[in-house]
């Protein structure tokens, strides 16, 4: 178990490796850090003293190395519409963000993992046709296509819900029915074949030979062993609560982080476009791991397994 | 059609077996190989090769030739005139010239994209099966690394450093699911590898670009060809998120999402403008998945 876990968080590291040394490869790509970083507009000294900070003048090994220093320590330079340090500029959107994605994800489960479980308990009748046919829409249909046809429907024909902004609480419902039930198609798909897996296995013919009740077949030893698949996708779902918002803010403008990050993009913002990507990135690779180590604990069977395929 | 098909007598005459059960199964046979939904989803697929090959011979005016006089025309069936059959937008241009333009640009660049990821995928799957070891690891790590972020959020962070091109964007396009592509070609070159006919002509001497190309290549061909079409679909969403977000494709250009995009602005008084793009995105993006999970169940020998 020591080892599994150990080996999981090394993972864990490469990845946010990797992810910041994008950040500074794409960073460095674009030009000078320090115009992008503090703005086309900032005084001779700001940039002689960013440079000298982020060790422009020297050796691009170096730089690499003082970059990791600088991300870890948070200096991420300042916003270029109002001056104020990125990461506070992002920080305060963060709550809104949770505020519709929490929600929204509660929403996904409760839908979508009773309705895969019945489609799988009623395979091919038409309770799972109808489940899988709706489930395939919501895979096909793009956010910004159901949240517009949501809000003609619930804002422009009959008035009952306002279109955009966070003014009240009937503000968040919009955001939250669109993103919940394209999600809950996802788990509902993800549910059902997990379940179905399940349920041809081996040890569900021998519980139900040895004369269980159907019911107790499918809570007792169906059930458990379907979450652990279903648990992988719910934990990516953890993971972008955050980023999993950014059209969706948009179509309703709701004031999080993915519409700040679609202004930031559209003004290159840039500053605030890293601080965004590397918060991002360290939120998905921290769920990702705590999934891991959930799993391990779960399932015995995988501790021992994973580490000798190596994968 | 089909009462005219239970008729006994045009049964007959059709079939010429003289059998009405024989007739009716067949019938019945067609539509299990050939199932409802997978027929009018080919349809749509062919509907659209065909848009996207003469887009600009079928599109009855220029896509971009204003009309003030008569701009925002409801379709025809809404108080509409037949000179524009889907309305006008709030520049008087002709919907559906711009849908099919749309559909074109959208389709080719969805395509394009899914050759790089499939290039991309094969390449470095392939590489990990031959070298294993430590090249293994490290695209292994690479996989990870790009599962684990959202696609959506790196490639609006690329844009917003490197700007918009329309070359830029179709290459970022391409990396959009590469991973999983790489991870099948992977495991099943690996598994080729250890089967009779690889070892074959490895004994023969061929070379190992030969082996890979030639023959293990067209063996696992099927499979990845059904990732591909299951990934065709997700890179038209993902154009058209980022084209909706004002990010992806610029204007004049126009895409699907570009589409949806400005018809937000005008959902109360002229809603068709949004709705026509819509649809087409949500027709094409589900008929390739529908054709995609057809084909899977056909290739898949497990699943028989």
């Known amino acids: ?311 | 059609m089909t009462l005219e098909l239970n008729d006994p007598k045009s049964i007959a005459e059709d079939s010429g077996s003289g059998s009405v059960f024989t007739a009716k199964d067949r019938l019945t046979a067609f539509f299990e190989t050939w199932p409802p939904l997978v027929l009018f989803a080919l349809f749509w697929i062919a509907f659209s090769a065909f848009v996207v090959a003469f887009a600009p011979l079928i599109a009855p005016y220029d896509f971009m030739s204003m009309d003030l006089p008569s701009r925002l025309t409801p379709p025809v069936f809404f108080g509409g005139v037949w000179t524009h059959p889907l309305g006008t937008d709030e520049l008087g241009r002709d919907v559906l010239s711009r849908l099919i333009i749309s559909i074109r640009i959208s389709v080719v660049i969805a395509f394009l994209s899914t050759l790089i990821a499939a290039t991309l995928g094969v390449t470095l799957g392939f590489l990990a099966a031959y070298f294993r070891g430590r090249v293994e690891q490290l695209i292994l790590i690479l996989i990870d690394a790009q599962a684990s972020m959202p696609f959506m959020i790196i490639a609006l962070a690329v844009l917003a450093f490197l700007g918009n091109s329309l070359t830029l964007f179709v290459i970022l396009m391409g990396f959009y699911g590469w991973e999983r592509i790489a991870r099948i070609a992977r495991g099943l070159a690996i598994s080729a590898n250890e089967q009779g006919y690889a070892t074959a002509v490895r004994d023969l001497g061929a070379s190992p670009w030969r082996i890979y190309s030639r023959h293990i290549l067209p063996n696992i061909a099927s499979t990845l060809i059904v990732s591909m079409t299951l990934n065709f679909p997700e890179v038209i969403l993902l154009e058209s998120g980022l084209s909706f977000l004002g990010l992806g494709i610029q204007p004049p250009m126009t895409s699907l999402g570009n589409m949806v995009g400005y018809g937000r602005d005008y959902i109360q008084s002229a809603p068709w403008i949004m709705l026509a793009p819509s649809v087409a995105i949500v027709l094409t993006t589900l008929s390739i998945s529908i054709v995609g999970d057809w084909m899977r169940d056909l290739f898949d020998p497990t699943l028989k």
């Open chain 1, 1 to 311: 178990m020591l080892r599994y876990t150990l080996l999981r968080i090394l993972r864990a590291l490469i990845t946010v490796t990797l992810i910041v040394s994008l950040a500074f490869v794409i960073l460095r790509l674009s030009g000078d850090p320090a115009i992008i970083i503090l703005g086309p507009e900032a005084p001779p000294e700001a940039y002689a003293a960013f440079r000298t900070n982020w060790g422009l003048d020297q050796p691009i090994w170096i730089q690499y190395l003082k970059y990791f220093g600088a991300v870890s320590q948070g200096d991420l330079g300042n916003s270029m519409r109002d001056g104020r340090s990125a990461l506070q500029v992002v920080g305060e959107r963060v709550p809104l963000t949770l505020a519709i994605t929490i929600p929204a994800l509660f929403l996904k489960i409760l839908i979508g993992l009773p309705a895969g479980i019945c489609a799988a308990l009623y395979r091919n009748t038409y309770i799972d046709r109808l489940i899988m046919t709706v489930s395939v829409m919501g895979f096909t249909v793009p956010s910004f296509v159901l949240g517009l046809v949501l809000a003609l429907i619930f804002a422009v024909k009959l008035g009952w819900l306002p279109s955009g902004g966070s003014d009240t609480w009937q503000h968040a419902i919009l955001p939250i029915l669109t993103m919940g039930l394209i999600g809950a198609a996802v788990i509902a798909r993800f549910t059902r074949s997990a379940m179905l897996e399940v349920l041809g296995q081996p040890y569900i013919r021998s519980a139900s030979a040895k004369g269980l009740v159907w019911r107790e077949v499918v809570t007792s030893h169906a059930l458990p062993n379907a979450a652990i698949p279903t648990l992988t996708i719910v934990g990516f779902m953890v993971g972008s609560l955050v980023a999993g918002a950014v059209v969706v803010e948009s179509v309703f403008s709701w004031p999080g982080v993915g519409r700040l990050l679609v202004t930031a993009v559209a003004n290159r913002d840039l500053a605030v476009v890293q601080v965004i990507l590397l918060f991002i990135g360290f939120t998905m690779v921290f769920a990702n791991l705590t999934v891991d180590l959930l799993y391990g604990w779960v399932d015995p069977r995988l501790r021992t397994k994973q580490l000798q395929a190596g994968s």
